[in-house]
């Protein structure tokens, strides 16, 4: 199937991809193509070619999206048909960090069908909360290819770094593929490594920057370092949702402290950012957390907390960089001291469990020695250490 609009090919059709990414290139004018591994979800976008998005507000609204497909990720006969397509423009993905060198094949596959049709340049894009995303991806990616075929990427294929904000939690709909959003949203490309494609136009809801390791960390230390203390601090005080945290004050007050603290330190970093306007922007992501009508549950936020306790991620970026510039970090290392103690009981998270694990095996210290990298006897060690023993009497309770 060819089509003379532009066309998007998107790797993820979960709660972004649907509800954010695809929806955005979809609204653009694009022919968007969905790439998943989940075969009902697949099935749906080539029944129905579209779905609803319901915008969570106070007063709810439903956007209708149009114009989609989906194909099977690990087909790559069909991923090749796919890449046959002659207007394709830009790759976009949101299936997680940790799964970005598996979609590394189709996606390399794609590249050379395109270097064996001589087709010109295009963007790849990995929509994802970490901070080099698209930089790992193309590593990956180019693992995959040989001599010739690497060239070809250098020459035709943008791989710019970009941050996604938009909080889409799972949703019951009547159909499989309905998503529910809420209505903010933001998507920051890099400017600067951004290929001029052949259709070269101004995708309306992405926006641009030549700063963009900037907004990166502005996301990444702020909304994304907020939810996870909100998330850790919740589930030590039984609360399920993002919602229900957020609405006790001693939560309130340690989350705000945190991103004052992060604020002040990315204030002092980075000259495009200043202190009234970043104080306006946490006030608007501490009211986005309070949004009654997302269901957001405080596992879901908390996912995975070794990969959001790694070294430059939401908890101990902004610690760093409070360090590097001398700045006050209790609210930070409080959250960071949360994030150790959560152990979700239907044992899904498996990366849960290996935390705890862990700290059983090797003992709070050297986990936390390992996971920070600093010395023993570190201010912020003890300060760590202690807040540890004080919330595992809060969770207790
Ligand atoms: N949900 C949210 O509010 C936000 C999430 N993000 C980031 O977006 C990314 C996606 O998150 P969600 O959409 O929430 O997760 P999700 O779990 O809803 O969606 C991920 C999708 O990727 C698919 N997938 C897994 N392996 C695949 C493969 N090999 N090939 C193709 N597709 C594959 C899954 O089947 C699933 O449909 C993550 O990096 C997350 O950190 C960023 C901003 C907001
Ligand atoms: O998707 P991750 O990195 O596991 O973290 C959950 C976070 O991502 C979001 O889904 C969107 O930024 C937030 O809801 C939350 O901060």
């Not at 009211?287 to 596992?299: G, I, K, M, S």
């Not at 610690?319 to 152990?343: H, K, N, W, Y």
Request: include cysteine; charge should be negative; proline fraction near 4%.
């Amino acid at each position: 199937m060819t089509t003379n609009k532009p066309v998007a090919v998107h790797f993820g059709a979960g709660n972004i991809g649907r509800g954010f990414i695809g929806a955005v290139l979809s609204q653009a004018d694009f022919h968007v193509v969905f790439a998943d591994v989940q075969e009902d979800i697949i099935n749906a976008l080539n029944k129905e070619h579209g779905y609803d998005i319901h915008l969570m507000d106070n007063e709810s609204r439903t956007e209708r999206i149009e114009d989609v497909r989906g194909v099977l990720s690990t087909n790559l006969e069909e991923i090749k048909k796919v890449a046959k397509e002659p207007n394709i423009s830009i790759i976009t993905t949101a299936v997680g960090a940790n799964v970005l060198p598996k979609i590394a094949k189709p996606i390399a596959q794609i590249i050379k069908t395109r270097m064996a049709d001589n087709r010109g340049p295009i963007n790849i894009i990995a929509c994802e909360n970490e901070q080099h995303a698209t930089t790992i991806l193309q590593e990956a990616v180019e693992k995959e290819l040989n001599e010739e075929e690497q060239k070809y990427m250098r020459d035709n294929i943008g791989f710019p770094v970009c941050t996604v904000d938009r909080i889409v939690p799972p949703f019951e709909g009547k159909s499989v593929l309905e998503v529910g959003v809420e209505p903010f949203y933001e998507w920051t490309v890099d400017v600067n490594s951004l290929k001029r494609t052949d259709e070269d136009v101004k995708i309306k809801g992405m926006d641009t920057t030549d700063n963009l390791e900037a907004y990166v960390q502005r996301k990444l230390f702020t909304l994304n370092c907020g939810h996870a203390v909100t998330a850790y601090l919740g589930f030590l005080t039984h609360k399920s949702t993002i919602l229900d945290a957020i609405k006790t004050p001693f939560i309130h007050s340690t989350v705000s402290k945190a991103l004052n603290e992060s604020g002040a330190a990315l204030v002092k970093k980075y000259s495009v950012f200043n202190e009234s306007d970043h104080s306006k922007y946490i006030e608007q992501i501490l009211r986005r957390f309070a949004n009654p009508q997302l269901h957001d549950e405080v596992t879901r936020v908390g996912r995975e907390p070794l990969r959001k306790l790694k070294q430059g991620d939401r908890l101990l970026g902004p610690i760093e960089m409070c360090r590097e510039l001398d700045l006050p970090r209790d609210g930070l290392l409080t959250g960071v001291a949360a994030a150790l103690l959560f152990s979700p009981e239907d044992g899904d998270d498996e990366e849960a469990k290996e935390l705890q694990e862990k700290i059983s095996q090797k003992g709070l210290k050297d986990v936390i020695l390992e996971l920070t990298g600093w010395k023993d006897g570190d201010e912020d060690l003890d300060a760590i250490l202690k807040q540890h023993e004080k919330l595992k009497g809060t969770s207790t309770n």
